[in-house]
């Protein structure tokens, strides 16, 4: 059974960094992409980032140079390292697993999701 357990975000003044964890169980990295996607009040979910099973990376055009997404394959953990924040990061972060490698970019093409963590940065 695949488990995905978030840790880490709040609150960040702009300009400010936050790191968000995500804890996997009953998955490999090898095997499976991982993803970030954050979803504001009345919008839809977003991608946000992306590392595939050989360590390849995919970012949103929104975050591409601020946010860094990295795993430590002996705590099966992925994180998102998140620099120069700005309101406009404020979101629920969820971090999700994908069985397949198409669409990376598809919150619709991933199969797990982690229970999500608010990141709210103030201006």
């Known amino acids: 059974q695949v488990q995905l357990v978030q840790s880490g975000g709040g609150l960040a003044q702009a300009g400010g960094s936050l790191r968000l964890s995500c804890a996997a169980s009953?998955?490999?990295?090898?095997?499976?992409?991982m993803g970030w996607f954050r979803q504001a009040p009345g919008q839809e979910r977003e991608f946000v980032a992306a590392m595939v099973w050989n360590g390849g990376t995919y970012y949103g055009d929104s975050v591409k140079g601020r946010f860094t997404i990295d795993r430590d394959s002996a705590e099966n953990t992925v994180y998102l390292q998140m620099n120069s924040l700005k309101p406009e990061d404020t979101a629920v972060y969820y971090c999700?697993?994908?069985?397949?490698?198409?669409?990376?970019?598809?919150?619709?093409?991933?199969?797990?999701w982690g229970q999500g963590t608010q990141v709210t940065v103030s201006s």
């Open positions: 009953g998955l490999t990295f090898n095997t499976y992409k």
């Open positions: 999700a697993a994908g069985e397949t490698t198409i669409s990376i970019k598809s919150p619709h093409y991933y199969n797990y």
